[in-house]
């Protein structure tokens, strides 16, 4: 027998087809997989035996059992951490790249959870995204390849605060992208809901469907680099995100035809040319930039982040193209200066 879990549905799932509401949640990787799935028996909705085709409506609980359980071990494990605070309640640290924050079934350890518990302690960290171990001290994430700011929780009335804070919007988080093209404008707003793909399972993209979520981003362009022959230029731009949906600026961006440079998913309206990747082997996203209140002492606290070696050095190969920083960017350039640089850099691997 796998592992049981349990989904209530809430008011976006109402009318949705079985198979494409397990999917969409992220309960199963795929409609077949959720479709197979529902066969097999091993999805019951509201305690009833399930069709793949029915409706659902919201508040139905969802019981559905996984074949294999998503995690190998929760065992502690000693992978350096770039801390740049904490006390009995928070820490701030700086992720680096190809650190996954929770185990998951294509990554069973090696992930941020297994260095916070080995740092730690696991009954050290907060346990608020349900009853499984495996997002211990998780508050929000970072994509498994973008580097940079984040939060973990080590206690529960902490863990609370944070997420209701970074859904309530309170939570100031900033990033540093670099994009394909000159963006016209030094300041806008992206407002355009998000979900899965229609076309595919493992993607994320801007649709006007009833399942899909509000997003918003707001930019400031930094600074502009001219084109050149295998490209159409590049853009510094600041991202400062309003919700937290998944891959949200990778996706908005692109859906504003600004692709992230060396974004390996979202690239249709990018250059197809290796060489107008800057030598990147992974999206050019950095959360740069944090503030917040504490949740317990209620201090207010901002954190900036240097950016990584790999992402500095794509930027430093365009300076003889730039087209000079704007007020924004002297600002940011001017907080970075002043900022620690990474001190934890590269791939984890176990």
Same mark, same amino acid.
């Given at each position: 027998? @796998? ?18 509401? !397990? ?14 799935? $529902? ?8 305690? +009833? ?11 139905? *609980? ?8 998503? $995690?190998?071990?929760?065992? @502690? +494990? ?13 820490? $701030?640290?700086?992720?680096?790249? @190809?650190?996954?924050?929770? *185990? ?60 209701? &804070? ?55 362009? #930094? ?11 590049? =853009? ?9 949906? =998944? ?12 692709? #992230? ?30 503030? !917040? &209140?504490? *949740? ?55």
């Amino acid at each position: 027998m @796998g592992v049981q879990r349990c989904y209530v549905t809430v008011a976006t799932d109402e009318g949705k087809r079985l198979d494409s509401l !397990l999917a969409d949640a992220g309960l199963y990787p795929s409609r077949s997989a959720a479709a197979k799935a $529902v066969e097999k028996g091993l999805v019951l909705v509201a305690g +009833q035996p399930a069709n793949k085709k029915q409706q659902v409506s919201a508040g139905q *609980p969802i019981v559905y059992e996984l074949e294999e359980a998503p $995690v190998a071990s929760l065992e @502690g +494990q000693d992978i350096d951490l770039d801390i740049r605070f904490e006390d009995d309640d928070l820490i $701030v640290l700086s992720k680096q790249v @190809g650190l996954v924050c929770h *185990p998951s079934g294509d990554h069973l350890d090696g992930t941020l959870v297994n260095a916070l518990i080995h740092h730690c302690g696991i009954e050290n960290l907060c346990k608020v995204q349900g009853e499984e171990d495996d997002r211990r001290g998780i508050v929000h994430r970072l994509d498994m390849n973008t580097s940079g700011l984040m939060l973990a929780a080590k206690s529960n009335e902490a863990g609370y605060i944070l997420m209701d &804070d970074i859904r309530a919007r309170v939570v100031d988080r900033h990033y540093l992208c670099l994009v394909h093209g000159i963006v016209a404008h030094d300041s806008g707003m992206i407002d355009a809901p998000i979900t899965r793909s229609n076309h595919d399972r493992k993607r994320m993209a801007v649709r006007d469907v009833p399942q899909a979520r509000n997003a918003v981003t707001t930019f400031r362009v #930094l600074e502009r680099f001219d084109a050149g022959p295998r490209d159409d230029g590049f =853009t510094l731009v600041d991202c400062k995100l309003f919700t937290g949906r =998944t891959h949200q600026i990778r996706v908005h961006m692109e859906y504003a035809k600004h692709p #992230l440079v060396g974004e390996p998913v979202y690239t249709m309206n990018g250059p197809k040319a290796a060489n107008a990747q800057l030598g990147l082997e992974r999206q050019f996203l950095h959360s740069y930039k944090l503030g !917040l &209140d504490h *949740p317990i002492t209620q201090e207010h606290m901002e954190f900036a982040d240097n950016l990584p070696s790999d992402l500095q050095a794509a930027l430093d190969s365009l300076a003889d193209r730039s087209r000079g920083r704007t007020p924004a960017g002297d600002e940011v350039f001017a907080l970075l200066a002043e900022s620690p640089v990474p001190c934890v850099e590269g791939t984890v691997s176990f």
